[in-house]
T-cell receptor
Framework: SQELEQSPQSLIVQEGKNLTINCTSS?????LYWYKQKYGEGLIFLMM?????EEKSHEKITAKLDEKKQQSSLHITASQPSHAGIYLC??????????FGKGTTLSVSS | ETGVTQTPRHLVMGMTNKKSLKCEQH?????MYWYKQSAKKPLELMFV???????ENNSVPSRFSPECPNSSHLFLHLHTLQPEDSALYLC?????????????FGPGTRLLVL
């Protein structure tokens, strides 16, 4: 079965700094989703990537899909306290639903 | 964000109780899902419904019983739960169940089994 590994598990950055979170799949990625979760709450959809080399941006968050490496990265530019939370990647697999990584917990210190 | 709502938000129950979780989606979607999120574990898919028909059941114990009366509502009936069932239960919906269909999540129900 497919597995998603996220790195790092957690990180603390100073406000204004850039950061990158990675999501690596054990199998070919057909669709990769990024979500953000505040502790104990639901997942907020950020963006979806489907094609190798695809890159999407929303405000200060950019996600890329490297299909050959079976990997996606999420980059945040000039981090703010509002970026703090848990970032989860999810992937389409055979069947009907997504599988998810364990998440990366981001803290932003002001 | 009120596309997918869940009630109650918090629930404490004893192992002999019977309770139900409710999920409602206002997005006009045809597929609905139940996930379980435990500490330090990836989200675990429990059930998938498409057009009110169950299409996936991920080896979930029978003490969890789903119900989908229409495409907008999804219930999870709970009885004789165990303490290890304490977790955040998330509902999601999507337009369909094909690849590339984005799932939108509710705020979750935090369940504590004593």
């Amino acid at each position: 079965s497919q597995e998603l590994e996220q790195s790092p598990q957690s990180l603390i950055v100073q406000e204004g700094k850039n950061l990158t979170i990675n999501c690596t799949s054990s199998k070919t990625l057909y669709g990769l989703y990024w979500y953000k979760q505040k502790y104990g709450e639901g997942l907020i959809f950020l963006m979806m990537l489907q094609k190798g080399g695809e890159e999407k941006s929303h405000e200060k968050i950019t996600a890329k899909l490297d299909e050959k490496k079976q990997q996606s990265s999420l980059h945040i530019t000039a981090s703010q306290p509002s970026h703090a939370g848990i970032y989860l990647c999810g992937a389409d697999q055979a069947g009907t639903a997504l599988i998810f990584g364990k998440g990366t917990t981001l803290s932003v210190s002001s | 964000e009120t596309g997918v709502t869940q009630t109650p938000r918090h629930l404490v129950m004893g192992m002999t109780n019977k309770k139900s979780l409710k999920c409602e989606q206002h997005l006009g979607h045809n597929a609905m899902y139940w996930y379980k999120q435990s500490a330090k574990k990836p989200l675990e898919l429990m059930f998938v419904y498409s057009l009110e028909e169950r299409v996936e059941n991920n080896s979930v114990p029978s003490r969890f019983s789903p119900e989908c009366p229409n495409s907008s509502h999804l219930f999870l009936h709970l009885h004789t739960l165990q303490p290890e069932d304490s977790a955040l239960y998330l509902c999601a919906s999507s337009q369909g169940v094909r690849r590339g269909e984005t799932q939108y999540f509710g705020p979750g129900t935090r369940l504590l089994v004593l």
